[in-house]
Every structure is written in C-alpha cells, then in structure tokens.
C-alpha cells in the first residue's frame, strides 16, 4: 500500500511537471502580450530586494537558469517568471539585431 | 417676261449644280494634299516607332539577360541562405534548448574596519561567495552557495551556505529539499549579500549569537500566488532538522545541521503579501524542541542534560519603489525549559556544580532602515549613484529575566555609490550603545567594496 501511495505521488508530480513545461513553450506562441507583461513584472519585482539588472548582463539562457532561481528565492508565481524571461531574451534578441 | 423668268428658273439649278460641283472638285483638291501630309507624318511616326521597337526589343532581351543572371545569383544565394539556415538552426537548437543549462552567480566584497578602543584597523579580505545553479529543463534546479573567507588568523575558512534541490511542480509550488537559507524574515534569506544589503554589515541580533537562524536541512513548500492583478501572496513553509542548544546558555546554534540529535523537527517558515505598489508585509513563526544528552566536557565537568521548548516569531515590512528601500523588521524567540523534575534535577546540578542545563531565555530584536538614491534629485553622473542610508536596531537578550552583556542599540551611517547595479562602494560609521555598563561602547569606522555577478 505504500509502495502504491509513493508510485501515485510520483506519477502526479511528475504530470504536473510535464502540464507545466507544455504549458509554457505554447503560452510563448500564443500570448503576443508575454514580453510587455514581463517588462512590467521585471521592474516591480527585481529591484524588491536588489537593482535592476540590464538584460545585457546575461545570455539567454543564463537569464532562464538565473530567474528560475529567483523564482524560487522570492516565491515569485511561475506564470510571471515566464513573462520575465520572455522579455529579457526578447530584449537581449533586439540587442542582437542591431 | 414669262418666258424670261422661266428660263431663269430652269437654269438656276443647272447653275447651283455647277457651282457646287465645281466647289467640290476644288475642296477635294485640297483634302487630297491633307491626308499625303497626315500620311507622310505617320509613315515618319512609324519609323521612330519602328526604331523604338527595336530599341525596347534590345532593351528587353538585355533585362531578361540580367534577369536570367540575377536569377541565378539568387538561386545560388537561396542555397547559401538555406544551408546556413540549417547550420544555424542546428547550432540554435543546441545553444537555447539543451536540457540542462546553469549558471555561475555569487559575490565578493573586500573593506576596512577601524574600531574605538584598543583594536586595531585592519583591512578585511571579506568573503567570497560563488554561488552554482544548474536547471533541467524546468523541472528540477539544483543550487548550491559556498562561503569562502579569511580568518582573523589568516586561515582560509570554508562553508557551505546552502545546498538544495528545488523541483518546479507548479507554477505555484516548489518544493526544496536539503540544506537551504532559513526562510524565517526578510534578512537572511534575500538581503544579506553584500551586494544587496544597504548597510556594511547585518542589524544588531542577525548574526551568531542572534536570534535570525541562518539555515536548516530538511524540507520546504514554497511558491506564489497572485490573488489579484495587485496582490501576490508568497508562502515558505519549512520542516527541518532545527536548531540546537549553543555552549553558552544565551547561545543557540542556528545553523543547519546535517542530523538530528533528537527526532525532533522544526516546523515553520514565512507568509506574506506583496502589493503592486513595492509594499511587502511578511509574517514568520519557527517551533522546535531543543533536547541535549548529558555530556563530559573537555574540563572534566559533567554537562547535565537540556530539553526546552524553542519558539521564534517575526514580522517584516518592506517598501522598495525608485530611490526608496525602506525596511524593517521584529523577531523574537525564547527557549522554554521542558519537564519540572529535569529542571529540579537541573538546579540540583547547578548548585552542586555550578552550571546548569536549560534555563527560559528570550531573544529580541528590531531594526528599521531607510536608503534613498539621488537619482531621483539631480541627473549629476557622479551625485546620482549616491545614496545615503541610515539604520536603528535594538537587541535584547535576557536569561531569567537579567539582561546580558550584548544587548545593545545600534545606530548606522553610511553612503553608498554605486558604480554599477551590482557594484557598490559603502563607507559607514556605526555606534554600538551597549545596554550593561560593564560593556564599552564602540564606534566603528567602516569601508566596503561589493561586487554582485
């Protein structure tokens, strides 16, 4: 029975980690207004505890891994940090192509 | 007569006829000239048409010439832009979807610290803290935070902040697991790298010896959620091996160890509302039973067994918008003796022996503190990278009710400059007003240099 509870328990996180990744890529496509929103919670939330860094600090991919870890220092909802990184990889992009 | 008017009237026409005719013969003469005229133009007009076809022909055939050479540029450019399409897409595909990415993070600071009195100015080396965040997907993030620093005797100590696996479960959850910064205030968790924090060092009570715990192993629950368009409520709800009794009666230490000594968990964490206009109110309750056997101590003495209640409660305020940073923040913990007959026995040691197992202590601390940038007042390149700021705290700490001799009122004054978002210069002077007469005050002249990357 408790093999069964902890094979349950497994099975529904893992679920909800899929649902979640899914959710994100196609969040991406389908909300034009992601990277405006991210803006916004970009300047209300970082500079909460320090100062805004510029997007150009980081790399896309650092900004991911670095947001993720402030989601979860600040306990900040998943749905903004998404938002956040949507927008400063947009704006690292537009760097780029100037 | 008649016949007269009658022959009038018969050639009269015979006359009009003439008359016209004649007019007619002579006008077609000259419509006759017109048309070789009108001819002769267009047979001109014709000829330059003629040689404008043939320039335009030329023209034609030179353009579809170029055309059919631009359309094979082309064609060679679209096989170039293709292939480099897929190289890059391939390469793309690497650099921004791997599974795993990370991140190297962390500070540094270096100072300089004068104290009044007979100590001696020392430069510090500060400490160096690189912090290591590796991501799957977003899945599961591990980080840990190493505390690398010199000693007063110029040993290189090292520890480990905090260490712990983090799986994204929800947008709304995570759930860490290992060793991770106490969630308990504001301080510990977010403010004190030197990068971030406004002030050189941490307010009165939030070091060793304090009543902030810095961290604990075990298990937390923790995430956001915006409850409206203006409101975030944010939870840390933490179960962990907890604190332990220090070896000083007013000392607990609150560090997180890697076992338990007694089974029993520590059971708290922090809930708080985050409004979109900066303002953040917090919340934070930590339980634990503090238990320790009987120990021989290096000196021979026997050390009787301790078990006390341990209780600890807070709350924070922070409001952080532009060239504002204002917080502040309350906790307060006691330790409560548990069992009569083990504190009968434990007077009884302490008569016997002179010292003693648990004794009721409590811990209190506050401090507010206010930064404002200039930038907010003047555009000057150099002026507005300033910001003043200045703390109050109180610390508290009483023993059976005696208050003890680090109990004190601090005052901090500082100026900052910030060079870059993550770098700051801090010059400060903070007064330490301790509250027993036997303790000295100190005023200390402070420096640092803090880098955040």
Redesign the interface.
Known sequence: MKTLKITLATALLTSLCFSTNVNAQEAVKKDPMQVARGAKAWAQTCNRCHNIRAPKELTDEEWEVSTTHMRVRANLPGDMVKDIIAFLQASNNERIEK | MYQIFKKRILYAPLLTCALVISYSQAHSQETTIDVDDKIDELDDKIDELELLKKDLIGLKNNLEKKEETIRDKENKLDGEIRSINSLRNSMSVR??E?FS???L?GYADIGFESISGDTNDSFLAGKFNPSF???F???I?F?SELEIETSNDGETELALEYSQL???????L?I?AGKFLSPIGQFQ???HPS??NRSINGPAGFGHGGVQPSSDVGIML?????TSDDL?F???LAAGNGPRFGHDEDELELEGFGRDNDSNKSFGGRI?L?H?S?L?FGFSYLNAGLNAEEELLEDGDLEPAKNADYRLWGADL?Y??GPWDIRAEYLNSKTTPTGMLLEEEVEEEEEEEGHGGAEPVNWKTWYAQIAYRLSEITDHPILAKIEPVVRYGQFRVRVEDTLISNSENRWNFGVNY?AA??IVIKAGIERRNYILPERTDETRYLMQLAY?F
């Open positions: 650099e921004s791997p990415k990370w991140h993070a965040h590796f991501q997907k977003d899945w993030m980080e983090n799986f994204l479960v929800h947008d709304n995570t860490v968790e977010r403010l990068w971030i923790r995430g956001g959620v915006s975030i944010t939870y840390s708080a985050v979109s900066s953040e922070a952080s918008k910030w978002p993550t955040g």
